[in-house]
């Protein structure tokens, strides 16, 4: 029996970059925009995400986030038009970024560095409607614009609106707080 080859180097930073680059993946691909765990996990790779792995500190601070989401939104867009996927744009873009770097800081223990309290959460249907239906910080319309739109079809000004709606409601806590709204896990 021949045994499986060993890859190297498999250290804790290459096992955190595949189970989140997989669940990012799964998260992000639409019905109008299908693509897989490898190619998620190559525009990924595209943004230079994975290389942040090693702490927190290497995240961009709260008041550069912004500005970093959108050149990492750009490059995926470049990275996923270069695969040759359609409709992926700045919304599908967000939630690959989101969900990786969630799980990769947010859900890994380092919630309290002020770099993480700051990174965009993922944003889908499911946190718009709740966002809307309970009408979260007296802001319905931005709520129902969004919700309008389609987050997977957000371009780049829609999806900041989102965001900054959401910094407006949690009024300087984490912005992962807003996924108290987040009804996917029920």
Sequence with gaps: MNAAPVIEP????????????????R???????????STGKTI???TGLHLL?????????PEHIDAQHKIWRERAIE?????G???FGHGVAAKLINVYLKGAFVCAGQELHLHVQALHPPID?????ELYDQDVGGLRAVWAQARKQRWSKFDAGQYQAVINGIREVLAGRPLWHVEAYWRGYQ
Excluded: M
């Excluded at 792995?53 to 601070?61: D, E, F, H, V, Y």
């Excluded at 990275?79 to 695969?83: E, I, L, P, Q």
């Design 44 to 46: 990924i790779e595209a």
């Design 79 to 83: 990275a996923a038009r270069n695969k």
């Design 10 to 25: 498999y250290d804790i930073a290459e096992h955190l970059h595949r189970y989140t680059a997989w669940a990012a993946s």
């Design 53 to 61: 792995l090693a702490g927190p500190q290497l995240l961009p601070s």
């Design 27 to 37: 998260a992000a691909s639409t019905k109008t925009c299908r693509f897989d765990v």
């Design 85 to 87: 996927l359609v409709g």
């Design 125 to 129: 249907k499911l946190l718009l409607d």
